[in-house]
């Protein structure tokens, strides 16, 4: 593919020079080439539409799974046919190349090289060939469980060995093999990440990155948080192409986030060819569920793409009273508006509907992590909350576009804007105190709603300076978030409930607003990226400036008097990484990266907080062959948090003389062991430690979320031959290390070891068909173990998701 090469890519290029050159001399004096006869090999359907050669020839070698390389300059004039149908490799390049003088030449391992036809009688010179490692487009799907490209970490779609920090990428591959119903399952085998409170919650996604919880985006932009953190969109993974998880800090690129990383989820987009998917569910808790995912071309030209996803789901839970009805509508359109311009719209609607809160309520430590409860014990399915009273409610809504304009050869222009608006309701009985058997309890209500528009203008070049390829990026983003959130309560305003017969009391009532908090968040920040590589090495360089603002205003609703608190931040964040690529396909880097993070509220002089502030240095090894089939990668970081919110046990003022060290080991591997034999494994060590705080019994603690060990392993194998041809098996095993759920370090949760499994038939391959019925069952947490997932206090213990079966049958086409 034509563009930035990689360093790898470049040197691979000049070992081949040489060949190169005495294979087109000999083609000149009429010696025949040896060219692998792919025109036997499989066809696949194309729907490519007529345009730039080079965007065609592109487009041609993702679809096909090779790598295309040509000298850019020599088609830069040249338009391809339309590509309709049913081709082999060879076919569909000779229908591209049809009347241009030039011919598709293979050199093996997939690559394919572009050169003038051997009919011309001329003796050729050497023909430079310029081209780039296969990475493939970081928004498509990889047609595997192994990424090599990552938008997140760079916003270039730079090739992960050339990527000097931890990324983790989840494909749709992977979360349909193992067959993930939610975000938390399908992250439950990456290294470092911690699903907070087992994932139970039906209302929000709750996260833990390397000790902290993430900034969340998707599709490069951040989404919504609202004032306290409730009118967070929850995010399907049936609307996903993919979910990457960079790991350290990132305000380098995206502004005020948390040290630790954030998660980033790619929309599926429009498809080139026609593909649909039909998708029924069933499971565990009355699961019952549809989906459908229709794309491809509207036009004959394939100028006008569209992708349409939809679901609906009806389903309980673990938890008695806890349950949901969803649904979900995301279109998106695609339109090459001119050759160098290209726009597509992005959209989606979805509605949750919870009985029981939409979410496991928190349960005492007496009967959970303690026994010897004159109650007895609380199990997983124990709901201490009111069932005509208890209830949640999400609406989302989100419109947005990504607008792509190419000036030249060297300068290409992109804005990526959405606007999106998040409505949650929320009414819970909780826990506040025991008396004997008895739990004391209060009613509540929160509603929360947020209006946030994003926009993110990018200027990408791409040029050579000496020995030197640059990949240059110049931007600027604006975020505004505008939030409301009202609390009713009226005190213990409910009878309590009795722990050993748990008989409900029915007499929950919405108390009156007591407090309202508006708060408007702005955003502007400037940044620059270069991304310099020359004789093996690749040196990152990035810095940003951020202007942060916060006008809050709470207002007590009893009292009527209203409280207004502004904050203005601004911060410089930097990066610099280097990697080095050597030609077996290992890649060292190194990294320094900063990040911050406004800080709500005053300190004791009534002074507006300041912004935490965090650091991480990471080194880390990548190893991926040439085929792509693999992917290993290790890294070792150390990471600090500074500024971070304290109280001073003695006056009980709060300051910011806080700080939280982290320190960490991530292993993680998506290898092709053979034919049909896949597995994915991870391994985590961290040790974490509050360095510093206004509490003497806080210092030197954990960091709340961070197991010291963690580990997984799945294997999964497809069996490709003979009567069994399209049975697939999986089975997995993770391990979650022992962690508090909060800073005193009074609750500790043990560790756990979970079983998986998957068990899937494609009937289309046992057929010899490429399009069919697939059937599917998975299984989590397959032995049911029982396992708190954290107390975050003494009336705040959760437990994990207990074992869930669901059974599907997919039809695509």
Known sequence: MAGFPSPHAARAQLSRLAPLALAVGLSALGAPLAVADSATGAAHQYQLPAGDMAAALTSFARQAGISVQFDAAQIASLQAPALRGEYSIQEGFAQLLAGSGLQAVEQGQGVYVVLPSSSDSAMLGVLLVTGERVA??????????????SLSATKTGTDLLATPQAVNVVTREEIEARGAGDLAQALQYTPGVISQYGNTDQRHDWFSVRGFNPGRFMDGLRLPFGVLGYAQPRIEPFLLERVEVLKGPGSVLYGQSAPGGLLNMVSKRPTETTQGELRAEYGSHEHKELGLDLG????????????????????????DHVGEERQLLAPSLSLQLSENTNL???AHYQHIDADGGGAPPALPAQGTLYGGAAWGKLGPDT???????????????????????RLNDIWTLRQNLRLAR???DTQRVQGAALMGNNLVRYAWAFPEDSDSLTLDNQALASFSWGQAEHRLLLGLDYQLEEGTYDEHFDGLNVSPIDLVTLAYTGDAVKPPLTTRREQDRYQLGAYLQDEIAINGFTLHLAGRYDLAAADNTTRNMVA?????????????????????EFDSGFAPYFSYSESFLPTSGTDASGNALQPTEGKQYELGLRYQPHDGSSLWTLSTYELTQQNVLTRDMLTNQRSQ?????????????????????????????????????????????????????????????????????????????????????????????????????????DVAQAMGAENGVTLQLSANNLTDREYLSTCISALGCYWGEGRTVTGSVSYNW
């Open 136 to 149: 493939g487009d970081p928004t498509a799907p990889t047609g595997s469980l192994v990424a090599r490209s």
């Open 296 to 319: 491809g071309p509207l036009d004959e030209l394939g100028r006008v793409r569209y992708r349409l996803v939809g679901l609906l789901r009806d389903a309980d839970s673990q938890v």
């Open 344 to 346: 597509t719209l992005l």
């Open 383 to 405: 709901f201490i909350g009111e069932p005509n009273y208890d209830h949640f409610s999400n609406k989302q809504m989100f419109l947005g576009y990504e607008l792509e304009h």
């Open 422 to 424: 998040v409505e949650t």
């Open 560 to 580: 009527g008097t209203k409280t207004d608190v502004d904050q203005r931040d601004e911060a410089f964040t930097g990066r610099v990484g280097l990697v080095y």
């Open 657 to 761: 003389t806080g700080e939280v060290r982290v320190r960490g080991l991530e292993l993680e591997a998506k290898v092709q062991l053979a034919e049909g034999l896949q597995a994915l494994a991870s391994y985590t060590l961290a040790d974490s430690e509050i360095t510093r705080d206004g509490n003497p019994a806080v210092q030197g603690n954990e960091q709340p979320f961070v197991p010291n060990k963690q580990g997984s392993l799945w294997l999964a194998y497809s069996v490709q031959h003979g009567v069994l041809r399209g049975l697939g098996l999986g089975g997995g095993a993770r391990y979650i290390g022992e962690s508090y759920g909060e800073t005193a370090n009074l609750y500790e949760t043990d560790g756990v070891t979970l079983f998986d499994a998957s068990l899937s038939y």
